[in-house]
């Protein structure tokens, strides 16, 4: 039996016309043609989403006693804005060619240029046109939170949390590079990467923000619950998205199978299978993570090596721990009643979702 206590569908509706209402403000669709497709790329990547991190900051505001009005849905929906920008640099970075099943924006703009016959490389300025987009994108989720129509002081009480949840996602996306150019990893590190760049970002400070949006200040049991439920359901999403990305079934993750592989993604799970294989089966992970021509064979054998380890099974185990830990947190804290099932249910979304 399913539920909808968290209202995710109601929720969806909402921040999606607010986040097309503000885009359309920015660039009109009847516009610049030169700019239409800038345009059209934002638009196709806010299209998408869970709406996760929207729905956290929303029931946060809820938990703490925030009334249901308008201005609440479009504060969160800017959170989706930074999430828009954040995917597009990570593709840049990654070389991803895909981003939920459609071209990412780098490989969107490349096409362009060479459809237009341009001069100049066409792989350089669909890089170049992505950074733009990601840093516009960016510069929006600022601008749509100070002008969502909460009262000032609310926004003024919880700059500070969004200011320092946009530092820890960049300074997350920079301990991703130097992760990667390390080679070898500990469980321990990547989960500093994790969180920084994916976990805290994505539940344990949206959630942050709509209760201190709500209170007009982090109280105790506040910030106990961020971290105890919070930053535990953060890990359980973040984890959940690696075995995703060397497990996931591409038709629902929109990206190809084992695209985090060729990337050489070094996530807990990839930290956890090369300290439980054997050395042989280590260097093999070793050999073939990161290589971009990793074929269906070369993900098979890697596969095969992360689950005989012990490592797919071990992460599964992670997950239910902290989800179990987090909604045991949860029912110690005094929200409202809506907010305890809600948020319930959303941790059990954001860590047992197939996308």
């Excluded at 045991?328 to 249910?345: C, I, Q, S, Y």
Aim: glycine residues 10%; negative net charge; aromatic residues 6%.
């Amino acid at each position: 039996m399913t539920t909808d206590a968290a209202g995710l569908n109601t929720l969806r509706t909402h921040v999606e016309r607010a986040l097309g209402e503000f885009v359309d403000r920015q660039l009109p669709a009847s516009g610049d043609l030169e700019l239409e497709p800038l345009r059209t790329a934002a638009d196709e990547l806010l299209s998408g989403g869970k709406r996760l991190r929207p729905a956290f900051c929303y029931w946060g505001w809820r938990g703490a006693g925030g009334t249901d009005v308008p201005e609440i849905f479009t504060a969160a929906a800017s959170l989706e804005l930074l999430q828009a920008s954040a995917l597009v640099h990570d593709d840049v970075m990654d070389r991803s060619d895909l981003r939920r099943g459609m071209p990412a924006a780098h490989r969107r703009f490349q096409a362009l240029h060479e459809k237009s016959s341009w001069h100049g490389s066409a792989e350089q300025f669909g890089e170049g046109a992505a950074i733009l987009l990601g840093n516009l994108l960016l510069i929006w989720s600022g601008e749509m939170w100070r002008t969502s129509g909460l009262p000032p002081e609310s926004l003024e009480a919880a700059q500070a949390v969004h200011d320092h949840m946009r530092t820890e996602l960049m300074c997350g996306q920079y301990l991703d590079l130097l992760e990667q150019a390390h080679g070898e990893n500990t469980f321990e590190s990547a989960l500093r990467v994790a969180l920084f760049k994916s976990g805290k970002y994505s539940v344990e400070q949206p959630l942050r923000l709509g209760l201190v949006l709500a209170s007009g200040k982090l109280a105790p049991w506040m910030d106990e619950l961020c971290t105890g439920y919070g930053r535990r359901v953060g890990i359980a999403f973040q984890l959940r998205d690696d075995i995703l990305g060397v497990f996931g079934d591409p038709a629902q993750t929109g990206k190809p199978a084992g695209d985090d592989l060729r990337e050489g993604k070094r996530t807990m799970l990839v930290a956890r299978a090369l300290a439980a294989a054997s050395p042989e089966d280590a260097q093999t992970v070793r050999r073939l993570l990161g290589d971009p021509a990793l074929d269906e064979r070369g993900i098979e054998t890697l596969r095969r090596i992360i689950d005989g380890s012990g490592a797919l099974r071990e992460c599964e185990e992670l997950i239910g721990d902290y989800l179990g830990q987090a909604l045991a947190a949860l029912e110690e804290a005094p929200v409202t009643d809506g907010a305890r099932a809600a948020l319930t249910e959303l941790a059990i979304a954001a860590t047992s979702r197939t996308t």
